[in-house]
């Protein structure tokens, strides 16, 4: 089993930067890609951007040139930077982690909401 605990949603005006962490314990040995996801209401969930554990990142056209994923393996742990954040962009965001050769998640965190006010 795989824990995920994110942190770092907040409210914030448009135009704003925050940084979601997303740290990882249990069985860190079985999961390869991690990402974050988001869920805005009456939407259905969309995949913001992933990464390997080698460190190969895909960002969704939404939020590219905005927001960045990056990843400590040394803390088990990845993080969302977003900057010139939109209210589009209000969310609650998901971290999310692949088991080896899954296609979907097979992890996921609790949620954290993030809110930008125009």
């Known amino acids: 089993q795989v824990q995920l605990v994110e942190s770092g949603g907040d409210l914030v005006q448009a135009g704003g930067s925050l940084r979601l962490s997303c740290a990882a314990s249990?069985?860190?040995?079985?999961?390869?890609?991690m990402g974050w996801y988001r869920q805005a209401p009456g939407k259905q969930r969309e995949l913001v951007a992933s990464?390997?554990?080698?460190?190969?990142?895909n960002t969704a056209d939404s939020v590219k040139g905005r927001f960045t994923i990056s990843r400590d393996n040394a803390k088990n742990t990845v993080f969302l930077q977003m900057n010139n954040l939109k209210p589009e962009d209000t969310a609650v965001y998901y971290c999310?982690?692949?088991?080896?050769?899954?296609?979907?998640?097979?992890?996921w965190g609790q949620g954290t909401q993030v809110t930008v006010s125009s």
């Open positions: 249990g069985s860190i040995s079985s999961i390869n890609l």
């Open positions: 999310a982690a692949w088991r080896r050769l899954a296609v979907s998640p097979g992890y």
């Open positions: 990464i390997t554990s080698g460190g190969s990142a």
